[in-house]
């Protein structure tokens, strides 16, 4: 009998910029369903080139990535509700137009959740997206993220436009509207922020996958929080 499919498995992804950047270094992992995932690691350790990479935004060198048992492409698309770490919002667009344009990108967007997304991040549907501050663009991309029915949720740095006092609320958002069998890779270097969420750690640094363990566990072994092991790992670390 086949075992079951991981939602994601990377096998020997290594990936090159120019042909003399190492970016990631043989890369294995595998993600399954109904788990939080904290992708940490400084800036620079190759977070988001991983996440681009499951996207499908840029081609390995070697080694290959598969979601759901095919490599990225269309079917993709329809599984994984991506937000990048930068904005890509067409700022002539009122945040209702913006929110109708996506919607019709993707079938499983739903209206129900973006319209309690718009009243809890306070986004008036008839704003210009170019008179609203980047912390409130930021917030316009997770709603259009999360209203969708994925089952993969990759957050590229969601907390970095927010200001601290914001961020708790933000990610209580993201748990209420992740659906129930779905899973979330978020990748950040705000490691207090967000531990609390965590069920699995995956640690990157200068490429290369140093730690993949159950969060709960890892605290146990360490007797530590994921936040202070990660200073610790990773001091002196550019």
């Known amino acids: 009998m086949k075992g079951k499919i991981p939602l994601v498995e990377i096998k020997n992804l290594t990936k ?90 993707y079938p499983d967007f739903s209206f129900k959740k973006c319209k309690k997304l718009l009243e809890n991040l306070e986004l008036d549907e008839n704003q210009k997206i170019i008179k609203m501050s980047k912390g409130m663009q930021e917030k316009l991309q997770l709603l259009l993220v999360m209203s969708r029915r994925a089952e993969l949720y990759i957050l590229d740095e969601p907390l970095s436009g927010v200001d601290p006092a914001t961020r708790d609320d933000i990610l209580d958002l993201i748990l209420e509207n992740f659906e129930e069998n779905s899973s979330l890779l978020i990748s950040t270097h705000l490691i207090s922020d967000v531990e609390r969420i965590l069920d699995e750690i995956i640690f990157i640094k200068n490429g290369e996958i140093v730690e993949f363990s159950d969060a709960e566990k890892l605290r146990e072994k360490e007797n530590a929080s994921i936040d202070e092991i990660f200073r610790r790992r990773f001091k002196n670390v550019k």
């Open 16 to 105: 090159i910029y120019n042909n003399e950047k190492i970016a990631l270094k043989n890369i294995n992992i595998k993600l399954e369903n109904k788990k939080i995932y904290g992708l940490l690691g400084k800036n620079g350790s190759g977070k988001t080139t991983l996440i681009k990479l499951i996207n499908d935004l840029l081609t390995p060198s070697e080694g290959e990535v598969l979601v759901k048992g095919e490599r990225p492409g269309i079917k993709s698309k329809k599984i994984i509700a991506y937000l990048p770490e930068r904005t890509y919002l067409d700022k002539s667009l009122t945040v209702g137009t913006a929110i109708k344009e996506y919607a019709e990108f």
